[in-house]
């Protein structure tokens, strides 16, 4: 059974630039969410999405948004890069039904760096 | 305020000793979840345990064991006669059905067996 895969694992841009992240889930997982992981915040959520629908955002800035597609996979996008938006990008998928019990499958993550 | 907390940041132990990880949540929620992460320096986290809220039998599993008490909202996680391997960044979370099942996850705590 496949795993989440993350694509790129590594990526350098500089600041002003955009970046888009993607993520594919384990197969049968319809949800998925984005965390941002910092040395000094730890992990930072980001948003979830269900069915190709937004379902839950934490506290960032517009400038951090995503999609999802209808087979589940899906993207982030960061606009007008930051130096402070150097991080380790998780993604992580479950079934997303009702049950809170839904465990959390992680990728690897994609570490960006911001010049 | 924070839902997760981990006062621990960083530990060190020695191969063999036994270590306990502490976690305290907040909620208001009757049915809530509670999980343990480890994240080795690979990145990407991997899933140990999952506790609901209705139950709080304890378990041992090897080395791991999990203590869950809710009079004191504490959700422990104890490694005995660590190893080198067991080095890693913890990380305890909650998911509350109350809030769409979204993950709080708190700061982590980073492991250090020293052999």
């Known amino acids: 059974k496949a795993g989440v895969t993350q694509t790129p694992r590594y990526l350098i841009k500089t600041r002003g630039q955009q970046v888009t992240l993607s993520c594919s889930p384990i197969?049968?997982?319809?949800?998925v969410s984005w965390y941002q992981q910092t040395p000094g915040q730890g992990l930072q959520f980001l948003f979830e999405y269900f069915s190709e629908t937004q379902r839950n955002k934490g506290n960032f800035p517009g400038r951090f948004s995503g999609r999802q597609f209808s087979n589940s996979r899906s993207e982030m996008n960061v606009s007008t890069l930051e130096l402070g938006d150097s991080a380790l990008y998780l993604c992580?998928?479950?079934?997303?039904?009702?049950?809170?019990?839904?465990?959390?499958?992680f990728g690897a993550g994609s570490r960006l760096t911001v010049l | 305020a924070q839902k997760v907390t981990q006062a621990q940041t960083e530990i060190s132990v020695v191969e063999k000793e036994d270590v306990t990880l502490d976690c305290v949540y907040e909620?208001?929620?009757?049915?809530?979840?509670l999980f343990w992460y480890k994240q080795p320096p690979s990145g990407e986290l991997v899933f140990l345990i999952r506790?609901?809220?209705?139950?709080?039998q304890n378990e041992i599993s090897g080395r791991y064991s999990w203590n869950f008490q809710k009079s004191t909202s504490s959700f422990n996680f104890t490694i005995t006669a660590s190893q080198v391997v067991d080095s890693a960044v913890y990380f305890c979370a909650l998911s509350e059905a109350g809030t769409g099942n979204q993950f709080y996850f708190g700061t982590g705590t980073s492991l250090t067996v020293i052999p």
């Open positions: 197969s049968g997982h319809r949800s």
């Open positions: 909620t208001r929620d009757t049915t809530y979840y």
């Open positions: 506790r609901n809220s209705f139950d709080e």
């Open positions: 992580a998928t479950r079934r997303g039904g009702s049950a809170g019990a839904n465990v959390l499958t």
